[in-house]
């Protein structure tokens, strides 16, 4: 059983930073892109950030040049750093991990709960 654990969430005044953590545990073999994802209330779940195994980044045109993901293969952990934030930037940010169980299986998407990142004064 795979988990995925978020934390780093909470309150923010506009143009201060927080940095999101996510660790995965359990029956892990390899583990492909890793992401970020939010969902603001009443619109849909968005991608903010992606990295693949090899380092490679894309990024939400809202987020270029103020959010930073990088990740740590053997910790099995996905890092989402957030400076300049905005008050659009409130939102639940879910990660997200492309995880192969066993050497055999298939691959698939994992999730965590979600944590909330609140930018007000």
């Known amino acids: 059983q795979v988990q995925l654990v978020e934390s780093g969430g909470g309150l923010v005044q506009p143009g201060g930073s927080l940095r999101l953590s996510c660790a995965a545990s359990g029956s892990i073999y390899s583990i492909y892109d890793m992401g970020w994802y939010r969902q603001a209330p009443g619109k849909q779940r968005e991608l903010v950030a992606v990295i693949t195994s090899g380092g490679r980044t894309n990024y939400a045109d809202s987020v270029k040049g103020r959010f930073t993901i990088s990740r740590d293969n053997a910790k099995k952990m996905v890092y989402l750093q957030m400076n300049s934030l905005k008050p659009e930037d409130t939102a639940v940010y879910y990660c997200?991990?492309?995880?192969?169980?066993?050497?055999?299986?298939?691959?698939?998407?994992?999730w965590g709960q979600g944590t909330q990142v609140t930018v007000s004064s």
């Open positions: 997200n991990q492309e995880i192969r169980a066993t050497s055999w299986g298939s691959k698939y998407d994992y």
